[in-house]
């Protein structure tokens, strides 16, 4: 990994919002998905979560662009255990919903730690996700459509919560406040792409990343990444 390559890295690492996420409840079209995740990279969240009971969660990767290296996404198979989840760290649940005690997302204090809630794109929320939620947020809109495609909406939200936290000084921080154990495989992973594929097949521990961006072995590490198995 060059000097270049391990500073971009770093960088990224020290902008991302740990208290920041995504929660798409059964969210099912691949490139719907990867657009979320794709979005919420760009805006420094680190983690999203999915309720996605029994299946494989798919995305597309032309859609993703790469995304889904960066961003750790976890499964639930209820949307119980996913706010349970949540909520034990602290986070506001939103959820985009229509109702009468719905606000404009705008008027949300972001800042806080935060989770937004995507429905299913036909149906939208349900009503268990919805009795689960802290706070039913709306886009407005003046034309005859009422709704937007899930990951449009989605990036609205996340944009604003960008824009608030950077004014809050959020994204100025020198270190991460990602754990130790995220920032080395984050490093490894990205920085030695080809190397992280052979310790993932060979069930290797990933090495120590130095200051400097060079991987700290012993001898009987490499001679294993090395060996022919």
């Known amino acids: 990994m060059n000097p270049q390559r391990y500073a971009r890295i770093c960088e ?28 919420a990279d760009a805006v420094g969240v680190q983690e999203v979560h999915a309720v996605w009971p029994g299946h494989k969660l798919r995305t ?3 859609t993703a662009a790469g995304s889904n ?44 730690p935060t989770c937004i809630l995507m429905g299913q794109e036909k149906t939208g929320i349900t009503q268990e996700a919805l009795a689960l939620a802290d706070q039913d947020i709306i886009i407005p ?17 996340l944009y604003e919560a960008q824009r608030q936290r950077q004014n809050a000084g959020m994204y100025a921080r020198e270190n991460s406040m990602l754990p130790d154990s995220v ?16 310790a993932k097949r060979k069930g290797l ?9 060079e991987i700290e072995a012993e001898a009987s590490w490499w001679a294993r990444m090395q060996s022919a198995e």
């Open 205 to 213: 521990p990933y090495p120590l990343i130095n200051h400097a961006g």
């Open 183 to 198: 920032q080395q495989r984050l490093l490894f992973e990205g920085g030695y792409p080809v190397l992280a594929k052979v």
């Open 60 to 62: 597309t990767v032309s």
């Open 12 to 39: 990224m690492l020290a902008r991302r919002q740990p208290d920041l996420t995504v929660c798409m409840e059964q969210v099912h079209k691949p490139h719907n998905v990867s657009a979320i995740i794709r979005t």
């Open 69 to 112: 290296s960066w961003v750790d996404v976890k499964t639930h198979r209820t949307i119980q255990n996913a706010v349970t989840t949540l909520k034990a760290r602290g986070m506001q649940i939103l959820a985009t919903h229509l109702s009468d005690s719905a606000v404009d997302f705008r008027e949300i204090d972001y800042t806080r």
């Open 141 to 157: 809109m003046t034309g005859m459509v009422q709704s937007l495609n899930v990951s449009v909406a989605s990036a609205l939200i």
